[in-house]
């Protein structure tokens, strides 16, 4: 395997086609979903030569947490549908690839199983109606070491997925269960999920009257939302449709980030995921202002693959694809890329 869609094929003869569907599958038509890996295709870099690039320094900053390369782990749901290594598996991979893992809030294995594995660590939260547990939820991940919350804001109702739909996927199968939704924490029944469609801003002032962890917001698409993250002192923003699994027809992250950045400036830091496949695709997002880029299926495919191994042969092959490109692209640092090095086309 040499290239993460060499691996999202090999996943693809491994998983339970129900399963294969529930990871790979978007909203309604998908046309997000495909526009997201599709949108890289109208970006082209224009490279600077004999700037001596010598060895590259692909090490950034995020959050005062410093990582070996701009790629953090996106929060996805139950990975030991995928292998019995689980999001164990995936933390063992991001501490081994010295990057940050999001643990999902549907994970299938327990923050303090995870946190043991030296893992660094932001947890995924969907505020729940009840706002109690959450805050018990808050306070297990916060003792168990993570060091940021990402509030997901771009789900106050559930995408409509008619893969799902149609193959019946509509819970986890016997013996796998969200164990963060415990309650009591461990040892208790394991909650579903609940969606909040009053969701609002004033939720920022509740997480932060029951937190110091830094506050990441996960699903920003629209400056406006972002100028708003910034000025209620948000500590990141994730630009993100969510895979093409919320709403469809949303633009995709990459078309969506420059508007975002030039919104925000350097009031806090940016991040994009959506359809980063190849080591061209992080410089691209890089080189348009993100801070940092989060990848999702590629990570599951990994661990469909081979588990632990698997995810860390994904995260290598991109740190491998980004330091090749950011050579020929003649940067020999992050900070080096910057938006001359991208053109747009065909729009
Ligand atoms: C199977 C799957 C499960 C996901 N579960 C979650 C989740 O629990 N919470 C969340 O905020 N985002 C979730 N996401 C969205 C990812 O965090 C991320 O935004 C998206 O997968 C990035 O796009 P990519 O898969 O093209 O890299 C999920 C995505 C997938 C594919
Ligand atoms: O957020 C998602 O995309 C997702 O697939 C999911 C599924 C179950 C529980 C939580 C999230």
Known sequence: MFSLPDVAAAAAGRLAAAHYDFFA??????????????AFDRYRLRPRVLRGVGERDLTVTVLGQSL????LIAPTAFHRLAHPD????TARAAAAAGTVLVLSMAATQPVEQVAATGVRFWFQLYVQPDRAFTERLVRRVAAAGCGALVVTVDSPVFGRRRRDLRNGFLDLPAGLACE???DPAGSGPPRAIGWEPGLNWDVLDW???????PIVLKGILHPADAVRAAERGVDAIIVSNHGGRQLDAAVT???????????????LPVLVDGGIRRGTDVLTALALG????????????????????GVRQVLELLRDELDRAMALCGADRVAALGPDLVETVGR
């Open 253 to 267: 992250g990459i078309d969506a980030l420059p508007a975002v950045v030039d919104a925000v400036g350097d009031r």
């Open 68 to 71: 070996s390369m701009p790629v």
């Open 25 to 38: 599958g978007g909203a309604d038509d998908e046309r997000t979903l495909r526009a997201n890996t599709d």
């Open 86 to 89: 689980g999001e164990v598996g």
């Open 207 to 213: 997480l932060r009257g029951i937190t110091s962890l």
């Open 180 to 182: 963060n939704l415990r």
């Open 290 to 309: 993100a801070s940092a880029v989060a990848v999702g299926r590629p990570v599951l495919w990994g661990l469909a693959v081979a588990g632990a191994d």
